[in-house]
Nanobody, 117 residues
Framework: QVQLVESGGGLAQPGGSLTLSCAAN????????MGWYRQAPGKQRELVAT???????EYGNFVKNRFIIYTDNAKNTVFLQMNSLEPEDTAAYYC???????????WGQGTQVTVSS
C-alpha cells in the first residue's frame, strides 16, 4: 500500500521559514518524480516544486528562489525548505509521487501552512 506522509506544516511569521517533509512508503522512490503542490481556499492546486533523480528540479514561478526541494533517498523522503515566507504562501501543501510509464500518481493528505503575524 502506497502512503505519502507529510509533516512540518504550521504557523510561520512573514519572512520566516518552515521545512516540510514527506515520507514515501510502498513505492520505489528512485523512479518517481517527487513534488510539492499547494492549494489555497478558492484557488486551483498549483505546482510548488518537483525533483527527479535527485538533481533535476522545477519550481513554480512564484517561488523566486525562496524554496528548495531535496531528497534523502536512503529514507525515501522529500523535503521542501521554505524561506522568506509571505502571507500569500498560506495554503494546504500536498506531496506527490508521479511516474509516466505507466502513468501513476499518488498524493499525500496535505499539511497546512499558515503565514501570518
Amino acid at each position: 500500500q502506497v502512503q505519502l506522509v507529510e509533516s512540518g506544516g504550521g504557523l510561520a511569521q512573514p519572512g520566516g521559514s518552515l521545512t516540510l517533509s514527506c515520507a514515501a512508503n510502498g513505492i520505489n522512490f528512485n523512479i518517481y518524480t517527487m513534488g510539492w503542490y499547494r492549494q489555497a481556499p478558492g484557488k486551483q492546486r498549483e505546482l510548488v516544486a518537483t525533483i527527479r533523480s535527485r538533481l533535476f528540479t522545477e519550481y513554480g514561478n512564484f517561488v523566486k528562489n525562496r524554496f528548495i526541494i531535496y531528497t534523502d533517498n536512503a529514507k525515501n523522503t522529500v523535503f521542501l525548505q521554505m524561506n522568506s515566507l509571505e502571507p500569500e504562501d498560506t495554503a494546504a501543501y500536498y506531496c506527490n509521487a508521479r511516474r509516466t510509464a505507466p502513468m501513476t500518481d499518488f498524493w499525500g493528505q496535505g499539511t497546512q501552512v499558515t503565514v501570518s503575524s
